[in-house]
């Protein structure tokens, strides 16, 4: 009989530090069993139990010997029992427990509720924590998902929803693929637990995933609805964001936020499956009227300088002597950059509300290789100019031209072309921040940041000395000039071609980096007005090179017929 017991009781030693188990062991040795043995049994195992407290069980339920991932990562499938210790020791981590505690403890249970043994469907609430599972039939028409704190239910609209998901038939789940939601939140006190510099809405996360498969990149988007109980501040704004593992940040990548002031609820609209949340960000944004109003100027200003750019090319075809002239040459490629940014830029807005994902794909593409080449003969222009007033002398360069047209061209098509290679989902619909409204860009925000505002950073900065060194040269040439010449006049010719110098060195699109705070509005109309109307801007100084050259031809003319006489 003596052997019998521990085996019934081995069972239970799991749960037990080994001091505990140990003990028990040991009373059992030393009892003689022989007499009152149903009686002793009964003793000893109501003793034992007396050890355990429901927080002991809770960590041991997802811990061998105090690591969480040691019991949680099993194979065989997972009793509702065994997921709701794993819950509750999750919410005391999110309690108690540091960032990488928190995110060991997340990740395990979420892989815990996959391997949760279902039917059809079960909710499983512990605390703050709120699960609904759903395994498929063998046709998924796609699932919409109600919520509140306290329960979570497929199909049936909830009296207090919280949260509703909209689940799209892409998913493709099956009956071996269960679908988990998982929503929860953490303490009041601990309203920086994950470490953001932003504030997450409710500290509420919703969680998403779908057993056995990885879910991104979706053309039918997952709708996420969540209800605000409280009012947002005036000078915020929320934003729809997912946890980032990888970073442990938040990242609002393949996202886009539905909301408009005054707005009750808040619609994510995202391209893949993890945790997502609400984040309360400043909300340096303009006003609805001055949206309209800037929309308006960039759309005639872009549509002028596209007009100009056509023009200023075919008088560039026409006039020979424009054509041999080396400046010239490098004025009309930043025109024909230019030009192609307008060009796909213009009708984008209409393509992202199309439904035709590959020509939102080339829209994007040629946008950012458009946009890159503006950028790259902008520092071409910059380089042009060194060579004129810094280097001066021994300046030919054997094929020049041909080099130049290398780097404009070429260096934005490796980019492009790198990108592309990488993932070609890093081109798609992407939010505008400043409404509701989408475009075909850069999905990526990293991708956006490195290849577009980064590059932008290292032209402006090399084209602004430039331009420093421009505005010290004609100093120096007021200077020195002859007394009783017409200052005024000069002055004035001095003003339009260092005007004509910041256009074709792009120095006003680095009004970019002081769009902040009490001067984002001021900015952005000088940002709209100038930079859309670059285009136009270089037909002008087109017009004014030709009008100097036929001046010029004049001059010469009438002084060797007055030599001739």
């Known amino acids: 009989m003596f052997h019998q017991l521990p085996l019934q009781l081995f069972k239970f030693s ?4 080994p001091a505990v188990t140990s003990a028990v062991f040991s009373v059992l040795r ?34 061998g010997q105090g690591s969480c991932e040691t019991k949680c990562n099993i194979t065989s499938n997972i009793g509702r029992t065994h997921t709701e210790c794993c819950m509750n020791y ?35 609430c512990v605390k703050t924590f709120v699960a609904l599972l759903h395994r498929p039939n063998d046709t998924f028409g ?11 239910t497929p199909d049936v609209p909830l009296l207090n929803s919280k949260v509703s998901v909209q689940l799209p038939r892409e998913l493709g789940a099956g009956p071996n693929n269960k679908i988990v939601f998982c929503m929860f939140k953490w303490p009041g006190t601990k309203k920086r637990v994950f470490e953001s510099q932003h504030e997450v809405y409710d500290q509420t996360l919703v969680g998403l995933s779908v057993q056995d498969k990885k879910i991104s990149g979706l053309q039918e988007r997952i709708n996420i609805t969540m209800e605000f109980t409280k009012d947002i501040n005036e000078t915020q704004k929320p934003s729809c964001h997912f946890f980032d593992y990888s970073t ?22 995202c391209n893949h499956l993890t945790y997502f949340g609400i984040l309360i960000i400043p909300d340096h944004s303009i006003t609805k009227k001055d949206q309209e109003i800037l929309t308006h100027i960039t759309v005639i200003g872009c549509s002028i300088s596209l007009f100009g750019s056509v023009i200023a090319i075919l008088l560039f075809i026409a006039n020979r002597k424009l054509r041999q002239d080396v400046s010239m040459k490098v004025h009309i490629n930043l025109v024909i950059a230019l030009m192609l940014l307008n060009l796909h830029f213009l009708p984008n807005q209409a393509v992202a509300a199309g439904s035709s994902s590959g020509l939102c794909l080339y829209m994007a593409l040629l946008l950012h290789y458009s946009l890159l080449a503006t950028f790259s003969w902008m520092a071409l222009e910059g380089f042009h100019l060194y060579l004129l007033l810094v ?26 072309s790198v990108v592309v290679i990488i993932d070609r989902k890093f081109y798609g619909q992407v939010a505008l921040e400043t409404s509701n409204s ?23 900065l090399f084209n602004v000395i430039m331009f420093g060194v421009t505005v010290r040269r004609v100093l120096i040439l007021h200077h020195t000039r002859e007394f009783g010449q017409n200052n005024l006049e000069k002055a004035k010719k001095d003003i339009c071609s260092l005007a004509g110098v910041m256009t074709l060195l792009g120095i006003t699109w680095g009004l970019l980096f002081f769009s902040f705070g009490l001067l984002t509005t001021p900015v952005l109309y000088l940002f709209c007005i100038l930079n859309s109307l670059q285009g136009f801007f270089i037909f002008l100084w087109f017009v004014m090179s030709l009008r100097k050259a036929k001046t010029s031809a004049t001059k010469m003319s009438s ?7």
């Open 14 to 17: 799991s749960f037990f530090p």
């Open 30 to 63: 030393r009892t003689d069993f022989r007499s009152n043995m149903q009686r002793k049994k009964s003793w000893l195992f109501w003793w034992l139990m007396s050890f355990v407290s429901y927080d002991m069980l809770s960590q041991n339920c997802v811990s």
């Open 90 to 124: 999750t919410d005391n981590v999110l309690r108690n427990g540091n960032l990488a505690d928190t995110m060991t403890a997340i990740r395990t249970l979420e892989s815990v509720l996959e391997r949760t043994e279902v039917k059809v469907t079960m909710q499983v």
């Open 142 to 152: 796609g699932l919409r998902i109600y919520a509140d704190d306290t329960q979570a």
């Open 248 to 269: 442990c940040n938040f990242s609002e990548d393949g996202c886009l936020t539905h909301w408009t002031r005054g707005q009750t609820n808040i619609t994510c609209s």
């Open 391 to 416: 280097k001066v002398f021994n300046i030919y360069v054997k094929k020049y031209l041909l080099k130049l047209s290398m780097v404009g061209w070429g260096f934005p098509a490796v980019i492009v």
């Open 438 to 460: 989408t475009i075909c860009y850069i999905t990526n925000y990293h991708v956006k940041i490195s290849t577009t505002v980064g590059l932008f950073s290292l032209v402006f």
């Open 559 to 565: 002084e060797t017929r007055s030599t001739n006489s």
